[in-house]
């Protein structure tokens, strides 16, 4: 008994491989960047206005022909937002590398498909200023800022395949920080203003299969 569950494990395992394929993907990405901001006394701060960013990323592909994807991306992502506050415009400037995990469905696999994928996204900031006319400060150095920020990225896309081996996809992004991105205060201090890191995203991109 045992062996026919193991004989029909692995002729799954065989049938979902056989079925499969797999893709090395390469993409960049305009990006509107902002902040969702809460003072420290708790009331949200609509004062501030989007930055046009880019950003860019490497990735795999794992889809099936029922369907289902997962996909995880390495890449670079600028961040940030302005404000106009007594009469000075200020810029935040933000870096981070990020990681992103998810899966979703693209339907009727084939050459126009549609698709839909949300992806859970850990970054880490490695630039972080505010700019005021030619003052710049640096955030990092400050310990303004956490160095660590996580959320969730909802992508829905269409992918379309131009030969056996290469397809294009185009992607709209909606990112939502979970981390509060400003310093925690001392002991003893007034309670600390919260950011949120948030953007929305049209993303151009290649996918190269390798394995079918």
């Given at each position: ?68 994807i997962a996909r995880a991306n390495v890449g670079m992502r600028n961040a940030g937002a302005t404000m106009v506050y007594d009469d000075a415009n200020y810029l935040w400037d933000l870096q981070y590398a ?115």
């Amino acid at each position: 008994m045992k062996l026919k569950v193991l004989l029909f494990m692995f002729g799954l395992m065989s049938a979902t491989t056989t079925m499969a394929q797999s893709s090395l993907t390469l993409d960049a990405s305009q990006l509107s960047s902002n902040f969702k901001f809460i003072n420290s006394e708790g009331e949200a701060d609509s004062e501030y206005n989007p930055t046009y960013t880019g950003a860019y990323s490497l990735g795999y592909q794992y889809a099936t022909e029922g369907g289902f994807i997962a996909r995880a991306n390495v890449g670079m992502r600028n961040a940030g937002a302005t404000m106009v506050y007594d009469d000075a415009n200020y810029l935040w400037d933000l870096q981070y590398a990020d990681a992103k995990l998810g899966a979703g469905y693209r339907y009727n696999p084939g050459r126009f498909s549609p698709y839909l994928i949300v992806s859970a996204y850990y970054a880490y900031l490695l630039k972080g200023n505010q700019v005021q006319g030619t003052s710049n400060h640096d955030l990092i150095k400050a310990g303004e800022l956490q160095r660590r920020d996580y959320g969730v990225v909802v992508n829905p896309g269409v992918e379309l395949s131009l030969s056996e081996y290469i397809s294009v996809y185009t992607e709209f992004s909606y990112l939502m920080g979970l981390q509060n991105i400003e310093a925690k205060p001392v002991e003893g201090a007034d309670a600390v203003q919260q950011g949120y890191n948030r953007a929305f995203a049209l993303t151009l991109g290649l996918a190269f299969t390798i394995t079918k």
